[in-house]
């Protein structure tokens, strides 16, 4: 049975952010929330705590044993239990790495267009934005990083999303060994947001960026948070390189605190028993995307649509419309809501981001009425 097909009135009694910001009259594929129900696996794990009376704080090694299983099945690739652990949420996770790898006043590259946390983590802890874009087609710009890692910035640390939210380019292990290796030669450290790596198309493959040899300085942060839909309940892994013993100790003092045992429990759960779950997603997922293509040929030419192979999420080119801001316009005239690509990178305006993983009837209805909107 399909799991994106949930009627929107069963979607509309939620009470999280992605259906309760805008009125009930718009349509909202914007935050990166599914309209999934929740894994049985999952489900019972949750009730089974709440029944022990088990909301206490988290122990053990579950969540990074179950991590660890998950990355020998998909990617044929295990890291050893040293380099794991128990963190905090994705972002909290990249902050406290931050902090801890680097001082204030310092640079940190990112490679716009990206995820909007990326820029706040920055300049709201006193770092300052180091920015080399995504080359047009998506990808890594290696020689412009070069040049960024030598120039006046003198950056000390990166921040790589992996896959690329919004663009979902999967970065190749050729690219992401040049980054590691121009950044451990200049003593940057390469801090890498893995949160998506589940969420690949069928036929495509994910690189762990610790599953390059010449990328054992890096650090990864990942949490099960995404690709299973639990943002309601905090929590993930972070990794270190072999070549990054000590790492995990130059975190800020309470730097992991914020993890959830609810969170390590239902994740836990999900990286156990729901993997065949998140595949069976990204069919649909994927043909969401192939819908997206279609029904923009029909009704909305001038929508440019590249679709990458990673992630729920489609990343629009709106610039030939003519509009001045097309978020804002498909929001007020279409009652669609979207991201917005300038929170992305103040070069996007133009663009918007849509979230993929709802209905594929959902989806038709908010094309139908971005099209209308522009009449
Ligand atoms: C690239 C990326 N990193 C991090 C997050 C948020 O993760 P967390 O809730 O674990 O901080 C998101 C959420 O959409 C994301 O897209």
Redesign the pocket.
């Given at each position: 049975m399909a799991l994106l097909n949930l009627p929107e009135a069963r979607l509309r009694e939620r009470t999280s952010l992605k259906w309760r910001t805008f009125d009930a009259d718009v349509l909202p594929l914007w935050v990166?929330e599914m309209d999934v129900e929740q894994h049985p696996a999952v489900q019972e794990a949750l009730v089974d705590a709440i029944r022990r009376g088990d909301t206490g704080y988290p122990h053990g090694t579950a969540y990074a044993e179950a991590y660890a299983a998950m990355a020998e099945h998909r990617w044929g690739w295990r890291p050893a239990p040293e380099q794991i652990r128990r963190s905090g949420?994705?972002?909290?996770s990249m902050l406290a790495l931050l902090v801890g790898n680097t001082a204030e006043g310092d640079h940190v590259v990112i490679n716009p267009p990206v995820?909007p946390?990326f820029w706040q983590i920055v300049t709201g802890y006193r770092r300052h934005l180091t920015e080399v874009a995504l080359t047009p087609a998506g990808r890594l710009d290696l020689p412009a990083i070069e040049a960024a890692l030598d120039g006046p910035d003198d950056p000390s640390a990166y921040l790589l999303?992996s896959p690329h939210?919004p663009t979902g380019t999967i970065h190749t292990a050729d690219e992401l060994g040049a980054l590691a290796t121009a950044c451990a030669e200049r003593g940057v450290v390469l801090i890498v947001?893995e949160?998506?790596a589940p969420l690949i198309d069928p036929g495509n493959e994910f690189v762990p960026v610790l599953s390059v040899p010449a990328a054992q300085r890096a650090i990864v942060t990942f949490?099960a948070?995404?690709g299973w839909n639990l943002?309601a309940l905090?929590g993930?892994v972070m990794l270190r390189g072999t070549e990054a013993a000590g790492v995990f100790d130059k975190l800020p003092p309470l730097a992991n605190q914020s993890t959830g045992h609810l969170a390590t429990i239902a994740h836990t759960a999900a990286l156990t028993h729901a993997q065949d779950w998140v595949d069976q997603l990204m069919t649909e997922v994927a043909a969401n995307k192939q819908l997206l293509v279609d029904l923009l040929a029909a009704d909305l030419p001038g929508v440019t649509y590249r679709p990458g192979p990673a992630t729920y999420l489609a990343w629009l080119d709106c610039s030939a419309l003519g509009l001045a801001h097309p978020r804002n316009h498909f929001l007020t005239r279409g009652k669609v809501a979207l991201n917005g690509g300038a929170d992305f990178g103040a070069a996007f305006g133009q663009f918007v981001r849509m979230n993929l993983a709802a209905s594929p009837e959902l989806i038709t209805r908010a094309v139908q009425r971005m099209a209308a909107s522009l009449a």
């Open positions: 990166a949420d994705v972002m909290n995820y946390p999303c939210n947001d949160i998506h949490s948070g995404k943002a905090k993930g």
